[in-house]
């Protein structure tokens, strides 16, 4: 899982361009087959995935292209053509390399968790609605916002005719909900090495172990803090 890939955004889940591409050249000589897609996964596979929709991912699917190599870039709609998001010619571009496109929300809450039925219905049924109309296929794979998953999020997605699910659990074990598949990712930061990004790709169990045993420990945190989690991360990078 990656979020953005640009030069000189602070945030831990961004990814140098530089950095990127020595992840890309790790993987493809640790792994022998291409990525695979939601949609003819298969045991042993690799999937890789973008979340939020950043204006990067344009660059991020055409060096995926050159590879020939396949990915999953997840939209909050309501960001599309803001400020360092992809406008729809830009998510267009980027399903016309091949990629798939899926629903990360409609407007990307903080705490997904959190919300109601029905504005989980919501977040869910309209992004999906909108990214059909404008893309002309259906879209029936989505992400999680913020990684918070509960069962009433995973509910809500199969409400809305949902298919596959991708949350941030760092777990290689598929699960599912109601017949929808719930896909777990490790996720890939500023920090990360190339060595790390190819072990997790191979499916190497113990940089999973260690971001899951991180993960387990940062929910707790977020439960504590509540809805003073994001704004207490912002301000802690902001200081870095």
Same mark, same amino acid.
């Given at each position: 899982m990656y979020h953005d890939v640009v030069e000189g955004n602070p945030d831990?889940?961004?990814? $140098?361009?530089?950095r990127f591409d020595e992840h890309l050249e790790a993987i493809e000589r640790a792994v022998e087959r291409p990525p695979a897609v939601v949609d003819e996964l298969a045991e042993g596979d690799w999937m890789i995935t973008f979340d939020d929709g950043g204006a990067s991912a344009l660059h991020a699917g055409e060096r995926l292209a050159r590879?020939?190599? %396949?990915? &999953?870039?997840?939209?909050? @709609?309501?960001?599309?053509?803001?400020?360092?998001?992809?406008?729809?010619?830009? =998510?267009?571009? =980027?399903a016309g390399m091949g990629h798939v496109i899926g #629903? &990360? #929300?409609r407007t990307h809450?903080?705490?997904?968790?959190?919300?109601?039925? $029905?504005?989980? !219905?919501?977040?869910?049924s309209s992004?999906? $609605? =909108? !990214?059909?109309? $404008?893309?002309?296929?259906?879209?029936? @794979?989505? #992400? =999680?916002? +913020? +990684?918070?998953?509960?069962r009433e999020v995973g509910r809500a997605a199969v409400a809305a005719g949902y298919t596959s699910l991708f949350t941030s659990l760092p777990s290689q074990r598929l699960r599912s909900i109601d017949g929808c598949r719930l896909i777990g990712r490790y996720a890939l930061r500023r920090d990360s090495s190339a060595g790390a990004a190819?072990?997790?790709? @191979? +499916?190497?169990?113990?940089?999973?172990? %260690?971001?899951?045993a991180a993960w387990g420990l940062r929910g707790a945190v977020k439960a504590v803090a +509540?809805? %003073?989690?994001? #704004?207490?991360?912002?301000?802690? !990078?902001a200081r870095r």
């Open positions: 831990i889940y961004n990814v $140098e361009p530089a590879r020939s190599w %396949r990915g &999953h870039f997840f939209i909050a @709609t309501d960001m599309i053509g803001q400020l360092n998001y992809l406008d729809w010619d830009g =998510v267009r571009a =980027v #629903s &990360h #929300s809450p903080d705490r997904m968790a959190a919300c109601s039925w $029905e504005q989980l !219905l919501d977040e869910w992004s999906a $609605e =909108v !990214l059909t109309r $404008e893309l002309g296929q259906p879209v029936r @794979t989505a #992400s =999680v916002p +913020g +990684g918070l998953y509960s190819a072990a997790a790709a @191979t +499916g190497a169990p113990l940089p999973w172990a %260690r971001q899951r +509540g809805k %003073r989690y994001e #704004s207490l991360r912002r301000a802690l !990078l």
